[in-house]
Nanobody
Framework: QVELVESGGRLVQAGGSLRLSCGASGRSLSTYAMAWFRQAPGKEREFVAAIAWHETTTYYAADVKGRFTISKDNAKYMIYLEMNSLKPEDTAVYYC???????????????WGRGTQVTVSS
């Protein structure tokens, strides 16, 4: 069982920046990859970014590439999402995800956090 806890979400003005954090505990499974997804009101959950745990591979959704950066701290079992040039359409609940076997852009991840709310005002 793996528990994921996200933090860092808040209200921010358009053009601003935020840094989200996610910590993993109860790691009885080996970590293969972790990721960020988001879900806006009335919309399906969508992929944001993913990172391999034991190498440097990263993936980004097209609409965040160049603005968001995913990073990790292997020693602390943490991942981060640095978000710059935020837009109102980035408003969503952001979820952290963990997988012991998968790295990709679809929600095939084993475990999910409860999410942190990011609201971007215009």
């Amino acid at each position: 069982q793996v528990e994921l806890v996200e933090s860092g979400g808040r209200l921010v003005q358009a053009g601003g920046s935020l840094r989200l954090s996610c910590g993993a505990s109860g790691r009885s499974l080996s970590t293969y990859a972790m990721a960020w997804f988001r879900q806006a009101p009335g919309k399906e959950r969508e992929f944001v970014a993913a990172i391999a745990w034991h190498e440097t591979t990263t993936y980004y959704a097209a609409d965040v590439k160049g603005r968001f950066t995913i990073s990790k701290d292997n020693a602390k079992y943490m991942i981060y999402l640095e978000m710059n040039s935020l837009k109102p359409e980035d408003t969503a609940v952001y979820y952290c995800a963990f997988s012991s076997w998968y790295l990709g852009v679809t929600p095939e991840y084993d475990y999910w956090g409860r999410g942190t709310q990011v609201t971007v005002s215009s």
